[in-house]
T-cell receptor, first 114, second 111 residues
Framework: DADVTQTPRNRITKTGKRIMLECSQTKGHDRMYWYRQDPGLGLRLIYYSFDVKDINKGEISDGYSVSRQAQAKFSLSLESAIPNQTALYFC?????????????FGPGTRLTVL | DAKTTQPPSMDCAEGRAANLPCNHSTISGNEYVYWYRQIHSQGPQYIIHGLKNNETNEMASLIITEDRKSSTLILPHATLRDTAVYYCIVRVATNTDKLIFGTGTRLQVFP
């Protein structure tokens, strides 16, 4: 079974709709992240959380919100989706122990906003 | 901005070693070198990381020069499934900042 799962894997929605992307992990990591990737570009950080009570904005948080419901769950919401939020969204987890902070990524959610 | 420089693309014959270079001339003493790869639209996959010494795991070897200004990722026996974009990243371990992936090297393994 995958350590980091994302649901849904694909979603098509309309402008103005509220969308929630969910991420769950079984790695037992405290740190979780949401990234987006646009075609031909690298990943950009949206939000990150170091534990259940900690939420931090990344470089492109406008238009997004998050909820850390538990250590294992981190959700990303688009309150009113717009077409330029069409992208591939990745959740990741990490554990900064043992001399590194390796991030483990989920399979991604492909979101299309019409 | 990415702190690393990688060639945009490389080819490698199946079964041969793939050597992917990375320049990180401004690396700081407390920054690690990480390698990730992304196979067509899948989630990035961690490969290996190191600070000073060369590292090896079941996937690859990482060779870091003595001055730490460059490194090479070695896939000892490339397979078609190794075709992917490979990202070299430098960052401080336990840093709160994002991973800066840059544009990476697109490795094409051919039969």
């Amino acid at each position: 079974d995958a350590d980091v799962t994302q649901t849904p894997r694909n979603r098509i929605t309309k402008t103005g709709k509220r969308i929630m992307l969910e991420c769950s992990q079984t790695k037992g990591h405290d740190r979780m992240y949401w990234y987006r990737q646009d075609p031909g570009l690298g990943l950009r950080l949206i939000y990150y959380s170091f534990d259940v009570k900690d939420i931090n904005k990344g470089e492109i948080s406008d238009g997004y919100s998050v909820s850390r419901q538990a250590q294992a769950k981190f959700s990303l919401s688009l309150e009113s989706a717009i077409p330029n939020q069409t992208a591939l969204y990745f959740c990741a987890t990490s554990d900064p122990g043992r001399g590194g902070d390796t991030q483990y990524f989920g399979p991604g959610t492909r979101l299309t906003v019409l | 901005d990415a702190k690393t420089t990688q060639p945009p693309s490389m080819d490698c014959a199946e079964g041969r070693a793939a050597n992917l270079p990375c320049n990180h001339s401004t690396i700081s003493g407390n920054e690690y070198v990480y390698w990730y790869r992304q196979i067509h639209s899948q989630g990035p996959q961690y490969i290996i990381h190191g600070l000073k010494n060369n590292e090896t795991n079941e996937m690859a070897s990482l060779i870091i020069t003595e001055d730490r200004k460059s490194s090479t990722l070695i896939l000892p026996h490339a397979t078609l499934r190794d075709t992917a974009v490979y990202y070299c990243i430098v960052r401080v371990a336990t840093n709160t900042d994002k991973l800066i992936f840059g544009t990476g090297t697109r490795l094409q393994v051919f039969p």
